[in-house]
């Protein structure tokens, strides 16, 4: 018997077999749930479509988190094809590479917009739009954060003020959907080698630290991640929620 058993799950960001959004996919389906994923745009269709195909996805669609049309059509596809939607994954962010290096103060208007708009904002859309759907008991969104949310890391710059208030959506998006029984937390990831970290300046500096310096002296994997996400998503965390559950070997409980 599987954790997620007879659930639904939608999972927004696998960009490839390296993104956390796939270690993710990869569990649930292991625990039972049926998968639909989204992707950015059609230039990804090809490269995630085979990996939709090894875990028997059958529902996947475009859905580029900047554009409310894109999250209405999605949603709109999504409940075509399923009655109800049990869980929720956002694991999506995005800066330009130049606001991810060099000083904060360079920030611009249009690197903190963008940042917020995708990073961010891009949860509370999804999870409006899915909301319709989301009536049964158990029902659960997940973001992914990071720790430069919370505390100053060097280069992470404007994505550190976008997950702050990512972080701070997932509390009041908690207290806004709760009555519905809707569940809705965060997962403070370590450092992995991704796609997305690529982007961040000195990401190897970060993850060498950490490896250092966390109580367990390693770096997390995607599948870390992906076990806690379980726990999160699954009736086993029934009374959770409005939490940022660090997932980081423990790097976050150090001082110096
Ligand atoms: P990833 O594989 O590059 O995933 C990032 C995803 O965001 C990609 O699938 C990307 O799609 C998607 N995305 C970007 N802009 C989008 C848009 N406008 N519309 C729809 N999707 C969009 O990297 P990852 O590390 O797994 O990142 C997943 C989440 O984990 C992010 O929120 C990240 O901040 C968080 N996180 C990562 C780490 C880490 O060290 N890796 C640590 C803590 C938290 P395309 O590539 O197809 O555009």
Redesign the pocket.
Known sequence: MGLLDGKRAVI?????E????WSIAQAFKREGAEIALT??GEA?EKRIQPLADSIDAKIVIP????SDEDITTAFSALSRQWDSLDILVH????ANKDELKGSFLDTSREGFATAMD??AYSFIACLRAARPLMTAPGATALT???YGGQKVFPNYNVMGVAKAALEMSVRYLAEAVGPDGIRVNAIS?G??K????AGVGGFNQIAGVVQSKAPLRKNITQEDVANSALYLCSNLASGVTGEVHFVDNGYNIIGL
């Open positions: 927004l960001g696998v960009a490839n390296k993104s956390i959004a992707y950015a990804f859905c580029d988190v900047r694991s999506i962010a995005f995708i990073s992914l954060s990071y990831a450092p992995i991704t796609l997305a970290a």
